[in-house]
């Protein structure tokens, strides 16, 4: 499986983006599917993840911000970002979890974007 995520860019604070993530090589309909997203010197963290049946879970800095949608027929994962915040800045990444793990960081990365929010 491959996935290539796009979408990420400069915005300002207050600010909307939508970032996505298409899956190809492989059908993704019972993998859960993820967003993180890794700032310079700090740890990858979870920004939010959605199972194979479509239940969000999402970190407590983006709940309310932050939804994570799917579309398995299109194998694809959102992310869509409003009320931005310069703490929001990173690279984000879509992730594939094995079947049956839908926390587990195993499976496969996407390689990345940017997301920059000025202040």
């Known amino acids: 499986v491959q996935l290539q995520a796009s979408g990420g860019g400069l915005v300002q604070a207050g600010g909307s983006l939508k970032l996505s993530c298409a899956a190809s090589?492989?059908?993704?309909?019972?993998?859960?599917m993820s967003w993180y997203r890794q700032s310079p010197g700090k740890q990858r963290e979870l920004v939010a993840d959605?199972?194979?049946?479509?239940?969000?879970d999402y970190a407590d800095s983006v709940k309310g911000r932050f939804t994570i949608s799917r579309d398995n027929e299109k194998k694809m994962v959102y992310l869509q970002m409003n009320s931005l915040k310069p703490e929001d800045t990173a690279v984000y990444y879509c992730h594939l979890s094995p079947i049956g793990h839908p926390k587990s960081v195993l499976g496969y990365w996407g390689q990345g974007t940017q997301v920059t929010v000025s202040s």
């Open positions: 090589g492989s059908s993704v309909e019972m993998n859960a």
């Open positions: 959605i199972t194979n049946l479509g239940k969000a």
